[in-house]
């Protein structure tokens, strides 16, 4: 879910931010995300699960919400960080495995 922030303390307006729901082989399934990361352009990369193949890895969302893409895993993704000397490095922790790609977007960075 997502809020409006309104003054200093209150909330507003929630709404979902993003369904984890997904057209596969002809029927709609739906996982759930574990661990979340944002970039360096507000998309938010979440670990997800507990469907199979096709759905297990990791699910890109823009912004708005959109889904923009997916890393397919062979297992359940548990968490996920970016990391390296330019954050561009994704690390993907599976059930059993550990996983480590190169993407073309740098991992947010809090100064």
């Known amino acids: 879910k997502v809020w409006d922030v309104v003054g ?11 369904s984890m729901e997904l057209a ?4 709609t399934v739906a996982g759930f995300a574990d661990g ?3 970039d360096a352009d507000g998309n938010i990369w979440a670990s997800a699960g507990w469907v199979g193949d096709g759905y297990d890895g ?4 823009a912004p708005d919400g959109t889904r923009i893409g997916q ?22 922790a599976g059930s059993q495995s ?13 100064t």
């Open 8 to 18: 200093e303390a209150t909330l507003a307006n929630d709404r979902e931010f993003a």
């Open 24 to 27: 596969l082989n002809g029927e």
């Open 36 to 38: 979340i990361r944002c």
């Open 58 to 61: 990791v699910h890109i969302f």
């Open 71 to 92: 890393i397919h895993l062979p297992e359940i993704c548990g968490n996920l960080c970016f990391g390296g000397t330019k954050r561009n490095r994704l690390f993907m």
């Open 98 to 110: 550990l996983y480590a790609v190169y993407v073309e977007i740098t991992g947010a960075h809090i």
